[in-house]
Every structure is written in C-alpha cells, then in structure tokens.
C-alpha cells in the first residue's frame, strides 16, 4: 500500500515542469503577440504617433499657381472643341512644353540631370513627327516610347483620337480654324 502511495504522489511531479513550460511559452507567445509598435516590446514607441510631435510639423504648403489640375472643378464642363487642349494641357505639356517644341520642364530635368538623349525627337513641330500624321501620333500616346508612358490605360481611345487632332490641328497648325 506504501508503494501504491508513493507512486501517486510522484505522478504530479512528473506533470509539473511540462506543464509549467507550457504555460511559461504560452505567456511568452502572449506578451510578444500583443506588442503595438515595430519591436516586439514597446520600449522606443515610433515618434510619428505622439500628439507632441506633429505639434511641431511645419504647416501645409498651399498648391503652386502654375499647377495643372488633374481633375475638372465639379460642375464644371469643357466645351468640345476645348477638350484637346485640355488632354493636351493634363497630359502632354510636362515634357513636350505648351507649343509642343520638347521644352516641357520633366524633359528638361530629365536631359540636363540624368543625361537622357530622346531616340525621337520630342519636338511635335518637327517635321519628323509631322510624317507620323494623326494616326502615328495616336500609336505613340497609345503604346508610349521609352520613357513616354503609354496612355492607353489612362485615356480612353476617343480621347486619345481627340488629343492627336489637336497636336495635329492646332500644335503642328495643320487647321487652325478648329483650334480654341
């Protein structure tokens, strides 16, 4: 009856240190779990989420007056004859300038800076481009070249037919009587 006894009080002995390392990884596995910031413990809590510190941002910038809008003023509608100029204006005139000679300011950056050498001239006034005609120039604004990123995600086939007319009419001069 001794042994008998014996071998039961050594039964939770044996329970106990599974047990207690089970519990113990448990804990662990709670306190790393439920951490809020980047390190597994909050001791260095990002500076970006104290109040104190967005006190010390510096204020907005208003939007530059030479600025293009990407999207029209609600309400606001733009006559047909004026949308090509408009696609144009959103779209064009950062690297191909506002009389379409390749003098837009991101293709000026990218020549002088990073020394990039158009493989066609960016010029829509040169006598190059004039050869494409209406539909050259829309397989272009379709497809892009090299560093022209390809519209055809971005504008619809009836607006890039509308912005080829208007580099064709008005910037190259082809019909200037259709031209706002």
Same mark, same amino acid.
């Given at each position: ?7 039961? !009080? ?17 804990? $662990? ?9 980047? /390190? ?6 990002? =500076?970006?989420?104290?109040? *104190?510190?967005?006190?010390?941002? %510096?204020? #907005? ?15 606001? !509608? &733009?006559? @047909?004859?004026?949308? +090509?100029?408009?696609? /144009? ?12 000679? +390749? ?5 000026? #950056?990218? =020549?002088?800076? /990073?020394? /990039?050498?158009? *493989?066609?001239? %960016?010029? $829509?006034?040169?006598?190059?481009? #004039?050869?494409?005609?209406? @539909? +050259? &120039? ?9 560093? =022209? %990123?390809?519209? *055809?995600?971005?504008? !619809? ?13 008005? &910037? ?7 031209? %706002?």
């Amino acid at each position: 009856m001794k042994n008998q006894l014996a071998k039961k !009080t050594n039964l939770p002995r044996r329970r106990k240190a599974p047990l207690l390392g089970g519990v113990l990884v448990v804990a $662990l596995l709670l306190t790393l779990g439920c951490a809020q910031g980047s /390190y597994p413990l909050d001791i260095f809590y990002e =500076m970006h989420y104290q109040k *104190s510190f967005k006190a010390h941002e %510096p204020p #907005r910038l208003s939007v530059p007056s030479t600025a293009v809008g990407w999207f029209d003023a609600p309400g606001e !509608t &733009i006559p @047909v004859d004026h949308q +090509g100029a408009r696609l /144009y204006e959103v779209n064009c005139v950062m690297c191909h300038g506002a009389n379409g000679t +390749g003098n837009g300011p991101v293709l000026n #950056r990218m =020549m002088d800076t /990073y020394g /990039y050498t158009p *493989s066609i001239t %960016p010029d $829509l006034t040169s006598q190059t481009v #004039r050869d494409l005609g209406e @539909v +050259g &120039i829309q397989g272009f604004v379709t497809s892009g070249l090299i560093v =022209m %990123p390809g519209f *055809s995600k971005l504008l !619809t086939e009836e607006e890039i037919r509308i912005t080829s007319e208007y580099v064709v009419n008005c &910037i190259q001069g082809t019909n200037l009587s259709v031209c %706002p």
